[in-house]
């Protein structure tokens, strides 16, 4: 641990500078080899020079004086046995080896390093010296024609000189070759030192080249390693163990992106966990969190509020989706307080949870001990939502539609909580049907159940029931006051259901138009309103027949144009197929029920708007409408002949109506009573069970060919 602690020490943080550091030890090793290997090459050619320049050619030398020694006693023999006439050839011989002789003893002389080798050659300076004599005297002998004086001389004074001057040049070749010997055996060693020294260099190179591409390779794969590991923790959603320091300054780097990362991924996973869980308007749990299991098993509710803002939509058309945006938050915040404070009172369980579902519905999940409780704890919500909220400028009142569910009576023994998707969908039926029943609020029951089932089968069917010809087109004909003829008929949609029998209009249209299914039944109405005007158009072309128009029709772009082209492709005037509009509908959406009113108008068809008095239109609306008949609702007609002030109402409509010259019907007169009152009041049409019922088949047509014939 202390060698890692002293490595780390001083092994640079920084990967460049570790491969640096790294590279310039190898090349400084590289260079230190090199200089070496340079230098010992160097000092081998100087000795190789030297062996050449000094040693061999010494060598040569002495070996040369060994040749001439030995060649001068031969010449001394020819020079005493040559005639007369040869012995200046002899003596000029033998003068040109003595000379030889001396010019390499000099230089031997002038090159000799060594104390053996200088006595030698001293000797055989002597020595020389001494066979000169000889030789002069050997020479006198010869030229006094001595010859055998001058053999003497050559056997007793020349001979031995000679012989000592080539045993002491022997002696120095000898040495002379020692001394090569063991310059060369110097150089072998100086070579081998020199291969030593760079094979250790090489072998000490590879040693450091492999520790630090290990040290180095280690340094930055174990950081790398543990990168990748922070890694795969952070994939596999490990937000919590930071990536650790290391001494590689470029992944510590690194793992700080990784660390501000893993940070920034998490503040954003816990971001969309909360926008996935929670309302972002009001920061009430949504539906996702209100159906997710609850963590304690003992905790699951077993009652639920569902809860609807009404008039929201008219609040956001009228007043703008911001003051809807305020009204929805107060809501929440009312609805959750009231809640809590019901909590603290011991009047339901504690940990209520409110949702905002979608819009202007809320959701109140919690456990009650009776149904009293939750008609307490609504009463409580009601006093909460009391206070008008004041926003851009307006007072607004927070009104809401209750629907109650509950799991049954839970203080019985093994009772167990419905799951809070049943108790939802649950209280989403017993919510519609308190809109339906104009309640304030209703629990729901076996029955709004079975109902509820009941119109999701009529509606899987109604198509088929399209396709089939199971519906069925009644008409209820029309009467002139003034002249008790028929001017016209309102058609009337009919089920005769193959399994459950005649299906009353009141339980399909509703759910077809909620399901936009009801736009199938229109076009199936007007096709077969057209078929029979066509069949009508020879003997009696002065009857009209009114189709009613749903509000899905006339959020309808293309309703229109789907209309001519019927109309054309039939045949038929279009001032013979009259449409009813109802009152309520029309204001729907103002803007645009004006526009497509218009569009129909152009086309030809005649316009009415059906159950006057039942909506919230204005004179001034009524006279941007292109209509033609104003039908007074069945409600203010049933039993008008017995109130004065409805009758006075129905003087108004009827008045207006002309006044905007519109011809004025009244529908659902039963009584004569009834015919002789809105006859005073000036109504134009009547229509209902008095004048006639709804017809079909044959009591239609019985109807029709009583008809008086048309005279144009």
């Known amino acids: 641990m202390t060698e890692t602690r002293g490595w780390q020490a001083w092994w640079p943080r920084r990967i460049g500078w570790r491969l640096a550091l790294g590279f310039g030890v190898l090349v400084a090793l590289m260079l230190v080899a090199l200089a070496q290997a340079i230098f010992q090459i160097h000092n081998i050619t100087g000795v190789t020079q030297r062996f050449a320049t000094g040693d061999m050619q010494r060598l040569l030398r002495v070996q040369a004086l060994s040749l001439q020694t030995e060649g001068v006693g031969n010449a001394l023999i020819r020079l005493i046995n040559a005639p007369l006439e040869s012995r200046v050839k002899e003596y000029a011989d033998v003068d040109e080896r003595n000379r030889r002789i001396d010019g390499i003893v ?50 007793e004074r020349v001979n031995p000189a000679l012989k000592s001057m080539l045993v002491e040049s022997n002696a120095l070749l000898s040495r002379e070759r020692q001394r090569i010997e063991t310059r060369l055996e110097d150089a072998q060693m100086l070579f081998d030192r020199v291969a030593l020294w760079v094979a250790g260099l090489s072998v000490l190179a590879v040693v450091l080249a492999v520790w630090l591409g290990v040290r180095t390779t280690r340094s930055v794969v174990g950081p790398l390693a543990t990168l990748e590991r922070a890694a795969k923790r ?48 009001t920061g009430l749990p949504n539906r996702t969190a209100l159906l997710k299991p609850a963590a304690d098993a003992g905790a699951a509710p077993n009652c639920l509020a569902l809860m609807d803002l009404a008039r929201l939509k008219a609040i956001n058309e009228t007043l703008g ?32 949870v409110v949702a905002r579902l979608s819009g202007g519905t809320f959701a109140a999940a919690f456990c009650a001990p009776h149904r009293a409780a939750v008609e307490a704890l609504r009463e409580r919500i009601e006093m909460a939502m009391g206070a008008p909220v004041h ?48 309640m304030g609020f209703a629990w729901h029951s076996a029955a709004q159940e079975a109902a509820r089932l009941g119109h999701l089968s009529l509606l899987s069917d109604l198509r088929q029931a399209v396709a089939t010809s199971q519906l069925q087109m009644w008409l209820q004909p029309k009467f002139s006051l003034l002249t008790g003829h028929a001017v016209g008929t309102e058609a009337l949609v009919r089920w ?42 020879p003997t009696h072309p002065e009857l009209s027949i009114a189709v009613n128009v749903s509000t899905r029709d006339l959020q309808h772009k293309g309703f229109a144009e789907r209309v001519a082209r019927m109309v054309e492709a039939s045949g038929v005037p279009a001032k013979r197929l009259r449409l009813e509009i109802t009152e309520s509908g029309l204001m729907d959406d103002p803007t645009h029920s004006v526009a497509l009113l218009h569009t129909l108008r152009e086309i030809g068809t005649p316009l009415s708007i059906d159950d006057f008095g039942t909506g919230y239109s204005s004179l001034a609306y009524l006279q941007k409408l292109p209509v033609s008949e104003l039908k007074i609702d069945r409600s203010f007609i049933d039993k008008l002949d017995q109130s004065p002030g409805t009758q006075k109402l129905v003087r108004a409509m009827t008045e207006m109506g002309h006044g905007l010259d519109l011809m004025v019907t009244a529908e659902g007169v039963e009584t004569e009573a009834e015919r002789e009152t809105i006859t005073r009041l000036g109504v134009d049409v009547m229509q209902g069970y008095l004048a006639s019922r709804p017809l079909y088949g044959e009591k239609l047509q019985a109807w029709f060919d009583a008809l008086p014939a048309h005279t144009g």
């Open 106 to 155: 000099e230089s031997l002389a002038s090159d000799m390093h060594d104390d053996d080798q200088a006595q030698n050659l001293q000797r055989l300076v002597q020595w020389r010296a001494a066979y000169a004599e000889a030789f002069i005297a050997t020479a006198d002998e010869i030229e006094a024609g001595n010859r055998d004086g001058a053999l003497h001389l050559l056997d």
């Open 234 to 281: 952070i994939t596999n959603g490990d937000y919590t163990s930071p990536v650790p320091t290391t001494r590689t300054q470029e992944v510590d780097r690194v793992g700080q992106a990784l660390n501000t990362m893993t940070e920034a991924v998490a503040q954003r996973e816990r971001d969309i966990v909360h926008l996935a869980f929670h309302d972002p308007l």
């Open 321 to 352: 989706y911001t003051t809807g945006d305020t009204l929805i938050v107060q809501t929440a915040e009312r609805a959750s307080l009231a809640l809590q404070q019901a909590a603290a009172d011991g009047l339901i369980g504690p940990s209520p």
């Open 391 to 438: 926003c851009s400028g307006h007072s607004v009142d927070l009104s809401l539609n209750y629907g109650l569910a509950d799991s049954g009576d839970l203080s019985q023994a093994g009772a167990k909580a419905l799951p809070v998707d049943t108790l939802l969908r649950n209280a989403e039926v017993a919510l519609h049907s308190a809109k339906r029943a104009a």
């Open 496 to 537: 005769q259901h193959p399994t459950r029998g005649f299906v009353s209009p009141a339980e399909f249209v509703p759910f077809a138009e909620q399901a936009g299914y009801i736009t199938m039944v229109t076009n199936w109405m007007l096709e077969q309103a057209l078929r029979t005007l066509a069949a009508w158009a």
